[in-house]
């Protein structure tokens, strides 16, 4: 592993921006509140630590992509604050959703404050994320701004629309590959699109250079989540550590599930009898790999990836800043949980 | 009651621009999630009707706010929607925070479709609020359009620390008059502070003509959250109709609550005791009332009042416009229900 330099000066300016940002919300009379955002910020409670965190994967591939145009990426902080702010805005608020007790190894926000108190929090969240948009204006023209924030509207509300098709999925028989990617789209591409396709904006970048960055976002973002549900099955969490954890308990509808169910075999109708217990999840996963999912999502996930790497090289990003994009782009695709 | 020309034709436009900005969401595959959000904006589904919708308050006081400082109000359309959108986000998820079964004599959105997509929709809705005032930029500067946007988007973090306040108080002990203030600003004042003021910079308003609009905004929130604390134990509904609906049974912490338990009175001593039946409200109503909280109440709604005028006066709004607007804060202020 190479020493990424920019990467490591650029993570402390994240979190210091972070803090900046959510300290709007800190007055004496709504004191605990402001803490409910710092707890699942990982930054105080019991657990608080750079684990609980996260990866701050988004604003870091914002940044690095301004920094790639060969551009200043201090002046971008604050939109990677709100990249980061929206994240978290949607785990909060998905978390309720799916009922989530943990959280990178702590109690979710629901757990811990209650459920009205949780979605209070992703509401604030996602509000600061727009104050901190609102101070593009003092580095970049009020136009750059404008178009900065469109982009991040829109990318939310393909959001909420991948949100309601992950939802609504979970009760829908009949479903094929073809529903899988307008959710997978607005759940996870939808963003990191955003975060690329912004990066480029703030670094001043042509409107073909925008529009690779935007697409290296958008296949990242695909590719991120078919390895995803590919270690949804076959990861060691999934096979050997928390066997509850694994998509065909919890009853998720990932990309090799909704291919296991189109070839209509022994695992459809295994699947169509009710819920499968966490001791069945070995043979289960097995016979799913024999109708040929395990490969075909493999497979997949390499086409994004190619098609992420390809859209990035045509970006053509600059100096140390392109170089820890591909490896930022490595680790996320090769990750093994 | 006279014919209040300007609005009667504001009306229409902003509930077509409502659907306009709503639309976005409007794809074949996510067709029932935009359903949940034309359900809850009263335009579909069992009960669909012009009472479903709601007054649309926020956003005429927006537009007779810019057509009183002798500007077209048509071109701040899309911020007028913007406001009622962000009202409607937060009555969804106060819906489901409060737990509340009816909105507008129909069944909430977390009762109808579950509180998952309950949280969804009413983020989608607040998304949407951003998507239309992105459209500000077309018809005003970008600097114009930002402000609108900071201005509104700080409203609604004072909107989410109110509603943690409101939350958390009730729970609470030892609560004074003093702490409902900061609860109601942000609540109520917080969001109608946001459409008068922006109303005053659409209309291109000088600076101190803002302060005294946004002013008025601000003790019109206040005036009609204290009346609405009048009416919530001494209201028609609250008495006789539906006596559940009483805050008195309810518990929350409204104006004349906080002022009776400061008495330390018979009504403290009762409170104290648990909770409050639908059979004692009227008994309990009267005995806070001998206790000084009724004429303090209205009294301070009197004040709130006055001040909301006064400033009013001061911001000088023209035309029919300004007559509009006299009478829509004497119609909030004077409800019986």
Same mark, same amino acid.
């Given at each position: 592993m190479?020493?990424?330099v920019?990467t490591?000066?650029i993570?402390?300016?994240?979190e210091y921006?972070?803090?900046r940002?959510?300290?709007?919300?800190?007055?004496?009379?709504?004191?605990?509140?402001?803490?409910m955002? #710092?707890?699942?910020?990982?930054?105080? $409670?019991? $657990?608080?630590?750079?684990?609980?965190? !996260?990866?701050? &994967?988004r604003?870091? =591939?914002? *940044?690095?992509? #301004?920094?790639?145009c060969?551009?200043?990426w201090?002046?971008?902080?604050?939109?990677?604050?709100a990249?980061e702010?929206?994240?978290?805005?949607?785990?909060?608020?998905?978390?309720?959703?799916?009922?989530?007790? =943990?959280?990178? !190894?702590?109690?979710? +926000?629901?757990?811990?404050?209650?459920?009205?108190?949780?979605i209070?929090?992703?509401?604030? *969240?996602?509000?600061?994320?727009?104050?901190?948009?609102?101070?593009?204006?003092?580095?970049f023209?009020a136009?750059v701004?404008?178009?900065?924030?469109? +982009?991040?509207?829109?990318?939310?509300?393909?959001?909420?629309r991948?949100?309601?098709?992950? @939802?609504?999925?979970?009760?829908?028989?009949? *479903?094929?590959?073809?529903?899988?990617w307008? @959710?997978?789209a607005?759940?996870?591409?939808? *963003?990191l699109s955003?975060?690329?396709? +912004? !990066?480029?904006?703030? /670094?001043?970048?042509?409107?073909?250079?925008?529009?690779?960055?935007?697409?290296?976002?958008?296949?990242? $973002?695909?590719?991120?989540q078919?390895?995803?549900?590919?270690l %949804? &099955?076959? /990861?060691?969490n999934?096979l @050997? %550590?928390?066997? #509850?954890?694994?998509?065909?308990?919890?009853?998720?509808?990932?990309?090799? +599930?909704l291919?296991?169910?189109?070839?209509?075999?022994?695992?459809?109708?295994?699947?169509?009898?009710?819920?499968?217990?966490a001791?069945?999840?070995?043979?289960?996963?097995?016979?799913?790999?024999?109708? %040929?999912a395990?490969?075909?999502?493999?497979?997949?996930?390499?086409q994004?990836?190619?098609?992420?790497?390809?859209?990035?090289?045509?970006?053509?990003?600059?100096?140390?800043? !392109?170089?820890?994009?591909?490896?930022?782009?490595?680790q996320?695709l090769?990750?093994?949980?």
């Amino acid at each position: 592993m190479s020493l990424k330099v920019l990467t490591e000066s650029i993570l402390p300016a994240i979190e210091y921006e972070l803090q900046r940002q959510v300290a709007r919300l800190d007055e004496p009379r709504t004191r605990p509140f402001y803490e409910m955002l #710092t707890y699942h910020l990982g930054w105080t $409670g019991e $657990g608080a630590s750079p684990e609980a965190s !996260g990866k701050r &994967i988004r604003p870091l =591939l914002l *940044l690095l992509t #301004t920094a790639a145009c060969k551009a200043g990426w201090k002046p971008a902080l604050p939109a990677a604050a709100a990249v980061e702010l929206i994240h978290n805005f949607s785990l909060v608020h998905d978390d309720i959703q799916d009922k989530s007790d =943990l959280r990178r !190894g702590r109690p979710t +926000v629901w757990k811990k404050y209650r459920e009205a108190h949780a979605i209070n929090v992703g509401d604030s *969240l996602f509000i600061l994320a727009h104050l901190s948009l609102s101070e593009l204006k003092d580095k970049f023209t009020a136009e750059v701004a404008l178009k900065a924030e469109a +982009v991040i509207d829109r990318a939310c509300l393909d959001l909420t629309r991948g949100q309601y098709l992950d @939802m609504s999925y979970e009760s829908q028989s009949g *479903l094929t590959i073809q529903d899988y990617w307008p @959710m997978a789209a607005g759940k996870t591409a939808a *963003l990191l699109s955003a975060c690329t396709q +912004v !990066g480029a904006i703030l /670094g001043n970048a042509d409107e073909s250079t925008q529009e690779a960055y935007r697409d290296f976002g958008h296949y990242l $973002g695909l590719a991120f989540q078919v390895h995803d549900d590919y270690l %949804g &099955i076959w /990861g060691d969490n999934a096979l @050997m %550590g928390k066997s #509850t954890d694994s998509d065909l308990v919890t009853g998720k509808k990932s990309l090799p +599930v909704l291919y296991g169910l189109g070839k209509n075999g022994l695992f459809a109708r295994r699947r169509d009898e009710g819920p499968v217990s966490a001791e069945e999840v070995r043979t289960l996963a097995e016979q799913l790999a024999r109708e %040929g999912a395990k490969a075909f999502t493999q497979e997949t996930a390499d086409q994004m990836t190619d098609l992420a790497l390809q859209s990035l090289r045509q970006a053509n990003p600059q100096a140390e800043a !392109g170089e820890e994009l591909f490896e930022l782009a490595n680790q996320l695709l090769n990750r093994q949980s």
